[in-house]
């Protein structure tokens, strides 16, 4: 015995409302232009954070004759290159001999067994990007180019080019299987460092949220 609604369910008529076709944006504008402008500052922040840690290590010295108590001489030796990781974390001082310049490298409530290694994060994090801080580039890369989130999250470096004056990007993306290529080049030819357009506009960003050795 069939049952009477089956020939319904072949013909498509599962009982379903309609979808609605009016694109709904997460973000209102005013909230992308907030963001936006957050990721602007956390963007200012970083640059601001490595350039005082590159300032720093180019004052210190090796540690084994300056000392493992001071900041400029443990940045040197990662700068340069002079002393791995680990030994800089057994050469640095215990939690309690530690200074304070040290120990605010480490975060809030650190534990002491583990303060060592949290010094160690918080001095590789003056000189180089740590993969926190990708999160505020991504989100200004979406704004000036419109891409989606998932197309800015795949990128590589094998996706950009960089050339005297212009950028060029192989975007992705994975569920319609397509790539695009992008090209960004400088308004003046004498200003190769600033890529067109200088700050990204909110309106450019899509109406989806933002997903995004030290980790």
Not at 54 to 70: I, K, S, V, Y
Not at 89 to 108: D, F, G, V, Y
Request: proline letters at 6%; hydrophobic letters at 40%; charged letters at 25%.
């Amino acid at each position: 015995m069939v049952a009477g609604h089956l020939h319904g369910w072949l013909e498509g008529a599962l009982g379903l409302r309609r979808g609605e076709t009016t694109e709904l944006d997460e973000f209102s504008r005013a909230d992308r232009k907030k963001i936006v402008q957050a990721a602007w500052t956390a963007r200012m922040d970083v640059e601001r954070r490595l350039a005082r840690g590159w300032d720093l290590a180019a004052r210190g010295r090796d540690p084994r004759e300056g000392g493992w108590t001071e900041e400029v001489n443990l940045l040197w030796a990662i700068a340069h290159d002079a002393l791995n990781c680990t030994e800089i974390s057994k050469a640095l001082p215990s939690w309690r001999e530690m200074p304070l310049s040290l120990r605010q490298l480490a975060p809030a409530g650190t534990r002491p067994v583990a303060a060592k290694a949290a010094v160690v994060r918080g001095l590789v994090r003056q000189l180089f990007l740590h993969n926190s801080d990708l999160q505020a580039y991504r989100i200004l890369l979406m704004a000036a180019t419109g891409r989606a989130p998932e197309e800015v999250a795949a990128l590589t470096e094998h996706d950009i080019e960089f050339g005297s004056s212009s950028v060029t990007i192989d975007f992705s993306k994975g569920r319609a299987r397509a790539r695009m290529r992008q090209a960004f080049s400088t308004p003046e030819p004498a200003s190769p460092a600033l890529l067109h357009p200088a700050r990204p506009g909110p309106d450019s960003t899509p109406g989806r949220s933002a997903v995004g050795c030290w980790n």
